[in-house]
């Protein structure tokens, strides 16, 4: 009875008929959900357990349980089922367990006894019982009342291959199509239902063998970070829960608010820690203060975020270790801050190439309001050895071809050497001239780079295929390898306006997408949105709270971001503004490729300026003022 007792019920995942019963669970119908549980002939396994993996015809485990005939995959609104979908595994067409009747049998009511005659002399009628010869209902447990199960296309019996992308052969397409065209959320939900196999076999990889996952935007690499930390803490898997809990890495905080939501559906009972880089530094130095980032006019540079730096702290944390000017600090911070001036102190002792650097260091209190030096900061923390920070048994770092050598070095240092490690990204997307040129490169900073898998993963699931191509004239022509599921879709829109019609066109944009879109989500993403922002308030839009990038004409809501914070997000529709200001990076548009791939059904790029030649070239509608 303790496993029908879990905290949070979920509606369950999926079905599987089966060829016989199977021995053990002594039943042929399976359900999918969270948790293990029987009574009786109704028996539900974990999504998490070796056996179900024979529900998503991939894996080590797909023959646990016999021979699935037919699969169902449900589609859940909150907590209500409001749909499924079936499939045939086998080759034939005949009944399954799935189109098994059971009599439904209704008891008789007991009957009352008559009460005590009433002042009148009366009685109160008693009930009349159900007579025991009545015919009992049927119940059609095949489905939702509304009608019988649905056949879905006959596919083989047999496991598909590793090799074989997802969009090529797609478990359940007719479900994952709706879930894909379906109004975006403002935050992610879990989709075990409709999990396709490579997806699921990265799920479930070994978590002792680094793992790094290159995608196209809307391959769904989030999906995979996001269920995979609820796998590898999930008690029912094989081994058990790893030792210690899974720290999911995200770029921003608005990743953290986005995914939290599918974590807490997969994981209510905890197990997996969500977090920015920006909170990890702010975890480290709690003084930390980046949205200010008042009184550092200094552009980034290579140095600041360069594996020299860490030797230059690590060198001045043992100058002012050995003068004992550390054993008097009370807090990380102060101590930080010793070393930080130590560093800055020194200059003049340092290489010839760092103390140029080294001597343009601010004062503390400017660096820590800095965003450039937050990584700095955060390291003269670590380098003071007073982090108590309890180790993750498990890093998943999503974005992770914008982190930079400092702050995988930070990272190393906060795990324990046994730890394992996925890293899920695309190069392509890539904001930083200072960050990894490879993901060989990432892997060597993390001291990770013997027998790690690189999985190349080809399938694109939320861009339409139009948006996708579109986008995709940013890449080089070898890599503009990306395989859509949805086909469907209107071209993008470009529309030239003159300059000072630009935030009049951008309102105007932005207020059609979203009433075209009023059941799902909207973004208008730019270099940077202060100025934007401004528009909307200036067209009567209102902010949701100060401070907020969501803005509302009492009808509709556009969110208004900077390149960088959309990061990681996905909407219904996306507003890109002046391509030709997001700047490149080593000559690839890593940035705005990001913006362009945010779009799930609608893009709109509204420019002033010459679009970047890929993008005059690239198929859209397009439009002049």
């Known amino acids: 009875m303790r496993d029908l007792e879990r905290p949070v019920p979920q509606p369950f995942v999926g079905r599987m008929g089966l060829a016989a019963a199977d021995p053990l669970l002594r039943t042929d119908d399976v359900y999918i959900g969270q948790w293990y549980t029987r009574e009786r002939d109704f028996v539900v396994i974990s999504w998490a357990a070796p056996a179900a993996d024979a529900f998503y015809g991939h894996g080590p485990g797909v023959d646990l349980i016999g021979d699935v005939q037919i699969t169902r995959a449900f589609t859940s609104r909150g907590d209500d089922i409001v749909g499924y979908d079936d499939e045939r595994r086998d080759l034939g067409g005949g009944a399954t367990a799935f189109d098994r009747k059971v009599a439904l049998a209704v008891p008789a009511p007991p009957t009352r006894r008559l009460p005590p005659p009433g002042p009148s002399g009366g009685h109160r009628t008693a009930v009349p019982p159900v007579p025991s010869d009545s015919s009992p209902r049927v119940r059609d447990r095949s489905g939702p009342a509304d009608g019988p199960a649905r056949r879905g296309p006959v596919v083989g019996s047999r496991p598909r291959q590793v090799a074989t992308p997802d969009a090529t052969v797609l478990r359940h397409k007719a479900a994952l199509l709706r879930?894909?065209?379906?109004?975006?959320?403002?935050?992610?939900?879990?989709?075990?239902?409709?999990?396709?196999?490579?997806?699921?076999?990265?799920?479930?990889?070994?978590?002792?063998?680094?793992?790094?996952?290159?995608?196209?935007?809307?391959?769904?690499?989030?999906?995979?970070?996001?269920?995979?930390?609820?796998?590898?803490?999930?008690?029912?898997?094989?081994?058990?829960?790893?030792?210690?809990?899974?720290?999911?890495?995200?770029?921003?905080?608005?990743?953290?608010?986005?995914?939290?939501?599918?974590?807490?559906?997969?994981?209510?009972?905890?197990?997996?820690?969500?977090?920015?880089?920006?909170?990890?530094?702010?975890?480290?130095?709690?003084?930390?203060?980046?949205?200010?980032?008042?009184?550092?006019?200094?552009?980034?540079?290579?140095?600041?975020?360069?594996?020299?730096?860490?030797?230059?702290?690590?060198?001045?944390?043992?100058?002012?270790?050995?003068?004992?000017?550390?054993?008097?600090?009370s807090t990380r911070t102060e101590a930080a801050r010793i070393i930080y001036q130590e560093l800055s102190a020194k200059a003049g002792f340092g290489p010839p190439d760092w103390v140029p650097y080294l001597r343009a260091l601010p004062p503390w209190d400017v660096a820590v309001r800095s965003e450039r030096l937050a990584p700095l900061v955060a390291y003269c923390g670590l380098a003071s050895g007073k982090h108590r920070f309890e180790s993750p048994g498990h890093v998943i770092v999503d974005e992770a071809q914008d982190v930079r050598p400092i702050e995988w070095r930070i990272l190393r240092l906060l795990v324990r050497p046994d730890a394992g490690w996925t890293l899920v990204g695309d190069m392509n997307q890539r904001r930083s001239d200072h960050s990894s040129m490879s993901w060989q490169q990432s892997l060597e900073f993390l001291d990770l780079s013997a027998d790690s898998h690189v999985e190349q993963y080809q399938s694109v699931f939320r861009s339409t295929t139009a948006i996708h191509r579109f986008a995709g004239q940013l890449l080089p022509r070898p890599e503009r390898t990306g395989l859509t599921v949805q086909e469907e879709g209107s071209r993008p829109i470009t529309w030239k306006v003159r300059s000072a019609d630009l935030p009049t066109a951008v309102v105007t944009a932005g207020g059609k997408l979203a009433r075209d879109h009023s059941g799902g989500t909207t973004a208008v993403i730019s270099v940077e949105a202060s100025s934007l922002r401004g528009a909307f308030a200036s067209h009567g839009w209102r902010a949701r709270a100060a401070g907020a990038d969501e803005y509302s004409n009492g009808e509709v809501t556009v969110r208004v971001l900077a390149a960088n914070d959309a990061r990681g997000l996905e909407f219904d529709a996306v507003v890109v503004v002046e391509p030709s200001d997001f700047p490149k990076n080593l000559g690839r548009h890593g940035q705005l490729y990001t913006s362009l791939t945010r779009a799930n059904r609608s893009l709109v790029v509204v420019h002033s300026k010459t679009l970047p030649d890929e993008l005059r070239r690239a198929p859209a509608e397009r439009l002049d003022q």
């Open 179 to 329: 879930t894909l065209a379906a109004p975006r959320r403002t935050a992610l939900r879990q989709v075990l239902a409709t999990l396709q196999p490579r997806q699921h076999d990265l799920v479930k990889w070994d978590p002792a063998v680094p793992l790094v996952v290159q995608g196209h935007p809307g391959a769904g690499k989030t999906i995979v970070a996001v269920h995979r930390a609820a796998y590898l803490v999930h008690p029912e898997r094989d081994g058990g829960p790893v030792d210690g809990q899974v720290l999911l890495l995200g770029p921003t905080d608005n990743y953290v608010k986005h995914t939290t939501r599918a974590v807490q559906d997969l994981v209510p009972e905890g197990g997996v820690i969500v977090r920015s880089l920006g909170e990890v530094f702010r975890k480290i130095i709690p003084e930390l203060s980046t949205k200010s980032d008042v009184g550092d006019s200094q552009p980034e540079t290579y140095q600041d975020f360069d594996r020299g730096l860490c030797t230059l702290v690590d060198s001045a944390a043992e100058l002012v270790r050995r003068r004992g000017a550390l054993e008097g600090t």
